[in-house]
């Protein structure tokens, strides 16, 4: 009996260990395509090397581009990190109803009002009804481009 609990203990730490190694957030955004290149040297010039600056696109650039459910919120955070977020919100659950940013490192849902924290690209509700933080994408910076996928 007692190497059957041995073996019981050795499953269990192996099935959280795998578990574990995925950064996937779960989100009640739905998985949308998410695929957008931005040159910071002749097309966006002044979000590069700043802080508390955000770009928004409801709709792609170029026609390979992929914005997610409800668009996409770019951000430089107050550490001087790219982060990207779904703009829409995750209260709301519509692809139409957004977050848009203000100048204190949060991003406002226009309907019910929700604030989320987004200087340090966590995207953690602080006010109003919305309990789940935004869905965020990866970003990568290569040379002048910035990349933000999912």
Not at 73 to 83: M, N, P, Q, S
């Amino acid at each position: 009996m007692k190497s059957l609990s041995k073996f019981h203990l050795i499953i269990l730490c192996v099935t959280l260990s795998f578990g574990s190694c995925s950064d996937h957030v779960q989100s009640s955004i739905p998985d949308f395509p998410v695929s957008l290149q931005l040159n910071l040297t002749s097309t966006y010039p002044t979000f590069r090397n700043s802080y508390n600056k955000s770009l928004t696109f409801i709709k792609g650039v170029s026609v390979t581009d992929r914005v997610g459910f409800g668009g996409i919120l770019v951000y430089t955070g107050f550490d001087g990190a790219y982060y990207a977020f779904d703009m829409a919100c995750p209260y709301e659950l519509k692809s139409t109803v957004r977050v848009y940013p203000n100048d204190i490192g949060q991003a406002v849902c226009e309907k019910c009002g929700s604030v989320f924290d987004i200087g340090y690209g966590i995207g953690n509700p602080s006010a109003g009804p919305a309990k789940e933080a935004l869905k965020r994408y990866k970003t990568s910076l290569s040379g002048d481009i910035l990349y933000i996928l999912h």
